[in-house]
């Protein structure tokens, strides 16, 4: 605590279990004013937990968080108005118009009635919802809720922002223009604190990003540190022979130094690629030692490959029913 | 962004907790965005329009013969009856509602907000009161057209109608806790019908007490339910002020009093 006026996060060892579910265990973020940071994990990771903890939606198991110095549990009244929080299903009201629920959120926050209404017409034109004003919520696209939503929590212009996966299900065209907005927020002083299941987002907007597994903090850092972690992209070989998938490990091993994950089923080799030079030596190996390949490619780091290294296991696929977790998580709280 | 720089959060001048002044603020607001939800889905408010008219047209006719030996002699007993009835049964709706809406995205963000925790609760219970109002001006509508006068005038029309908002709203209380607490909405219907009906038929709505069995009219004599038509009778029928009025008033705060904190208790832990 010796020089947290530099932090707009802090938070120590939060905990919070749904049933015998350890849904976050035990997670430390420090978030810089100023900066975004990203928290980039899959679907059911603790990411949503997380922020509604910091959120002061969720009370911590155990742990402590503070945002601006203040603490989330104790100051939860000052820490809620240091905070916009844009939730992950759009938090408005359906049956009202945009202006209507802009105005209600404005007149709650204590803004008289002219002033909320021309706030509201003022974000409303900002982010180019002037036309749909008028419209009932149930009306818009998943872009516009988005944005709605995004407009309201600027309401009481927060120095912090959560955005929880502020661009998940949105097309690439309205995702670009998610991104543009999140830029001209730092720009104005905002801290930001995103979660996403995109690495490219992450990378894009984060100064850092910690990464997120099974409600633990497994890797964090800078996307440039990240990404070195986990090699700049990953050579992916498939074998002719499957008996043959220990002597290559052994080969990756030994030729690029690094460790390769080996996927039996499919045969498959994963190996993070820090230096391209060096493949020509593994392939030589390769070709010494009679291991054929079917299939060789190269890939950039995905979410996915970033787990394999980081935790030994993948991005799990089945992301229908881990994505309803947060909701059931919601009820048994 | 419009404005070029936010002020940091280190700069700014905050409280760690909510004025009255404040709560009240926020409490009204949310009445205001209950009251643009009715706008929006007046289909709502059925059950506040058709319910006063066939109660008060089923119940006089089937019963008035029976009771007080023709229809204009049962009127005095039975509109302050339906109506007590009428606007009790339409405060179930509060709990309701405001389960389907705690479902509700909205709410999250409602409580990320810095306003008033209560406000949410205290809103949709004031919002309500419209529905309240509603049923309390249509029975009084249906009495006077089936050839009730009230002996006590408007003066005491305008009393009981306040009287029995008043009544309803605290009763609200106890539905609108299981709103918060049960998980879906049908549930709550199913709870508030189950206290409702011993609340409002074990009264003296529709019968003389004293027809009932003793046992029973032990009950009936303290249900506050009792006091508060018997206190709208006196009332609407002779412009007079009773004990009964002052138990009714006493009774509903007891009822607030240990229901408020219960359901803000309640919706706080879901919080």
Known sequence: MSNSTDWAVEAHGLVKTFGGNRAVDGVDLSVRTGTVYGVLGPNGAGKTTTISMLATLLRPDAGSAQIFGHDVVAQAQIVRQLLGVTAQFASVDERLSATENLVIFARLLGFSRAEAKRKSAELLEEFGLTEAARRPISKFSGGMRRRLDLAASL???????????????????TRAQMWETIRRLVATGSTVLLTTQYLDEADQLADRIAVIDQGRVVAEGTADELKASVGESSLQLRLADPTDLED??????????????????????????????????????????????TEMSVQKPTLDEVFLTLTGHGVEDDSSTTGAAPESERVSA | MTTATIASGRSRELRNHVSLGQSVANSFTMAYRGLLKIKRTPEQLIDVTVQPIIFTLMFTYIFGGAISGDIAGYLPIIIPGILAQTVITTSVVTGVQLREDMDKGVFDRFKSMPIARISPLAGALLADTVRYFIATTLTFVMGYIMGWRAGGGITGLIFAGL?????????????????????????????????????????NAFVPVDTMPSWLQGFVNVNPVSHLITAVRELTNNGAVTSDLWLALLGSAVVVAIFAPLTVRAYMRKA
Request: aromatic content about 10%.
């Open chain 1, 155 to 173: 309401l009481a212009q927060p120095p912090l922002i959560f955005l929880d996966e502020p661009t998940t299900g949105l097309d690439p065209r």
């Open chain 1, 248 to 293: 290559a490990r052994r080969a990756v091993t030994s030729v690029l130094g690094v460790e390769a994950v080996v996927s039996p089923e499919a045969g498959r080799i994963t190996a993070p690629m820090l230096n391209p030079d060096a493949v020509t030596d593994l392939f030589i190996t390769f070709r010494e030692a009679g291991i054929h390949l």
């Open chain 2, 163 to 203: 009287l029995v908002m008043a009544c309803a709203w605290a009763i609200s209380w106890i539905f609108a806790f299981f709103g918060v607490v049960a998980r879906s909405a049908s549930s709550v219907q199913g709870i508030s019908f189950l206290i409702l009906f011993p609340l409002t038929f074990l009264s």
